[in-house]
């Protein structure tokens, strides 16, 4: 059964450097995490999710159900998880709202952001499961899958009533990743992955206005590559590609500044 555990570390970090396994920390091996707390997220079994994300208490849990469903966000409360865990009681009690997705669309991540006197949870589309009727294949990939891409915005600064702030917004086929951020004068945005794999894959969004958000402009690698570098030189590796996989957003030497995780490219720094 699938299910949300909590954990605490009591190991150093230099211990997973002292595996023989090149430096990898081998599969099965327990550097002094302890279980502490667990919730079945509502009884789903047999399912796999895509990412966490804790704030306030509570934790943000994204799903890909198998089959494709619309299982969407569960919402689980981190100390209930844990009070009934270590009392042994009901392991299965701590998920306080379950957010529906779309049909036929996964929540591939999550984030909550604090927009003024809002906490915004902010969930990434991908269509999976059902293709596209009689749609054609293309370059030899199997036809599109129906669902819904873009991302949706949740008022959740009451998580057990999470309330729509704004649904499907944008008109990327996916977006995979996203991370917020709110700048000196007190605006707030986001910078997105979206699933083009058309070198132009890196978006930024104005949240401020959560009900109301406003795509600021798309990049992505030909803005960045100099010319004249042969794009099939950089494609290497067993999954070749260059794509935005992940993108995180920190204040350097006093620098808002986005690191785009670039599959086959390395990273950039916007």
Same mark, same amino acid.
């Given at each position: 059964?699938?299910?949300?555990?909590?954990?605490?570390?009591?190991?150093?970090?230099?211990?997973?450097?002292?595996?023989?396994?090149?430096?990898?920390?081998?599969?099965?091996?327990?550097?002094?995490?302890?279980?502490?707390?667990?919730?079945?997220?509502?009884?789903?079994?047999?399912?796999?999710?895509?990412?966490?994300?804790?704030?306030?208490?509570?934790?943000?849990?994204?799903?890909?159900?198998?089959?494709?469903?619309?299982?969407?966000?569960?919402?689980?409360?981190?100390?209930?998880?844990?009070?009934?865990?270590?009392?042994?009681?009901?392991?299965?009690?701590?998920?306080?709202?379950?957010?529906?997705?779309?049909?036929?669309?996964?929540?591939?991540?999550?984030?909550?952001?604090?927009?003024?006197?809002?906490?915004?949870?902010?969930?990434?589309? @991908?269509?999976?499961?059902?293709?596209?009727?009689?749609?054609?294949?293309?370059?030899?990939?199997?036809?599109?899958?129906?669902?819904?891409?873009?991302?949706?915005?949740?008022?959740?600064?009451?998580?057990?009533?999470?309330?729509?702030?704004?649904?499907?917004?944008?008109?990327?086929?996916?977006?995979?990743?996203?991370?917020?951020?709110?700048?000196?004068?007190?605006?707030?945005?986001?910078?997105?992955?979206?699933?083009?794999?058309?070198?132009?894959?890196?978006?930024?969004?104005?949240?401020?206005?959560?009900?109301?958000?406003?795509?600021?402009?798309?990049?992505?690698?030909?803005?960045?590559?100099?010319?004249?570098?042969?794009?099939?030189?950089?494609?290497?590796?067993?999954?070749?590609?260059?794509?935005?996989?992940?993108?995180?957003? @920190?204040?350097?030497?006093?620098?808002?500044?986005?690191?785009?995780?670039?599959?086959?490219?390395?990273?950039?720094?916007?």
């Amino acid at each position: 059964m699938a299910a949300l555990t909590v954990g605490l570390s009591a190991a150093t970090v230099g211990l997973a450097h002292e595996s023989p396994n090149e430096g990898h920390i081998p599969k099965d091996v327990n550097y002094g995490f302890e279980v502490i707390g667990r919730d079945t997220l509502a009884g789903v079994t047999d399912g796999n999710y895509t990412d966490v994300w804790s704030h306030n208490g509570f934790a943000y849990v994204g799903t890909f159900q198998e089959p494709c469903s619309d299982a969407g966000v569960f919402v689980v409360d981190i100390d209930a998880a844990i009070s009934q865990f270590r009392n042994g009681g009901n392991i299965s009690g701590a998920t306080v709202a379950d957010i529906k997705s779309a049909p036929n669309t996964r929540i591939n991540d999550v984030k909550v952001h604090t927009v003024g006197d809002v906490d915004v949870l902010i969930a990434t589309q @991908e269509p999976c499961g059902m293709q596209i009727p009689a749609a054609p294949q293309s370059d030899g990939n199997p036809p599109g899958q129906v669902g819904q891409g873009g991302i949706s915005l949740y008022d959740v600064t009451d998580p057990t009533k999470p309330k729509a702030l704004k649904k499907n917004f944008l008109e990327f086929e996916g977006v995979h990743n996203t991370f917020p951020w709110t700048d000196a004068e007190g605006n707030s945005y986001l910078v997105g992955t979206a699933d083009t794999f058309d070198f132009f894959d890196t978006f930024f969004v104005d949240i401020t206005k959560p009900q109301s958000p406003k795509l600021l402009t798309i990049t992505g690698a030909l803005d960045w590559i100099p010319q004249g570098v042969n794009l099939d030189q950089l494609e290497t590796g067993s999954s070749a590609g260059i794509f935005n996989h992940d993108v995180w957003v @920190e204040e350097i030497d006093g620098v808002q500044t986005a690191v785009v995780s670039y599959w086959d490219l390395g990273f950039v720094t916007l």
